[in-house]
């Protein structure tokens, strides 16, 4: 089913249009008389869904949306024990974030959707894959403390889309959250081996002593562009980020596809 898409975001520049959509910058929806609003019946919230609920009460002074579709992360499962003070901070906002959404749905009797994707690849501007493909151009090979057997689920972005646009049009779905993760769990080696296969490069690994590679990566976080690194994802490379997409295949047919970097 088609759509006419309004397009928002906070910035004054805008993506090239991919296809009917027409863009705004947010302060258009701050601004506006609700009486000059033509209305929207599908709100998809993909901004980080601790943005969500304010973005919400901005949009509920301009009529009652019928549908919200927002977007999340696995992180707030993934990363809930983490040791890094920022990490911890993500995962809090990301958990406000959600539990400011319910809240406001509830308060309006709305109908809600929060969907916690887990590490998503493809598209130009997502750096999850791009960066292990940036650091094997830099070394020609790829650093391990292991042997990687933690377990992953990459989720590519057009099965998200995919999906998220599914959903515009199911109303009524049994649970308030589900996890959009990819359709095949491969450890995180494997992953790493697939993505040297992707560039025509033959797998080379290097293992790292721990604490060599934590203080590496220590100094490393120093550097511009470099802010996300750390100590924990290291640690990470054993354990199991691996999720339940079976509600999410039960209620819409979420149909993922394998693992398949570019």
């Known amino acids: 089913r088609e759509h006419a898409v309004i397009a928002v975001s906070r910035s004054s520049k ?51 949306v019928q549908r919200t579709i927002a977007l999340s992360s696995t992180s707030i499962m993934g990363k809930a024990d983490t040791a890094d003070s920022k990490e911890q901070e993500v995962v ?65 972005i057009d099965d998200l889309a995919t999906a998220l646009h599914s959903l515009v049009d199911r109303s009524g779905l049994p649970d308030d959250i589900y996890v959009l993760a990819g359709g095949e769990q491969l450890s995180y080696r494997h992953m790493i081996e697939r993505i040297f296969h992707a560039m025509n490069r033959t797998e080379r690994f290097w293992v790292i002593p ?26 990470r490379m054993e354990k199991n980020l691996v999720y339940d997409i079976e509600p999410a295949r039960r209620d819409f047919e979420y149909a993922p596809g394998m693992f398949r970097p570019e």
């Open 14 to 64: 805008f993506p090239a249009p991919l296809g009917g959509e027409v863009w705004f910058n947010w302060s258009y929806f701050e601004k506006v008389p609700p009486d000059d609003f033509p209305g929207a019946r599908a709100w998809l919230a993909l901004s980080p869904v601790w943005a969500a609920p304010d973005l919400a009460r901005t949009l509920g002074r301009l009529g009652e």
């Open 92 to 156: 809090q906002r990301l958990i406000d974030g959600e539990q400011g959404l319910l809240q406001w749905a509830n308060d309006r009797a709305g109908d809600l959707t929060i969907c916690r994707a887990s590490m998503i690849y493809g598209g130009k501007s997502n750096q999850n894959i791009a960066f292990i493909q940036r650091m094997i151009r830099w070394f020609r090979f790829f650093p391990m403390v292991s042997q990687g057997n933690g377990m992953r689920q990459p989720v590519h």
């Open 210 to 235: 721990e604490q060599q590679f934590k203080r590496a990566v220590d100094v490393l976080s120093h550097l511009p562009g470099l802010g996300f690194l750390n100590r924990e994802m290291i640690s």
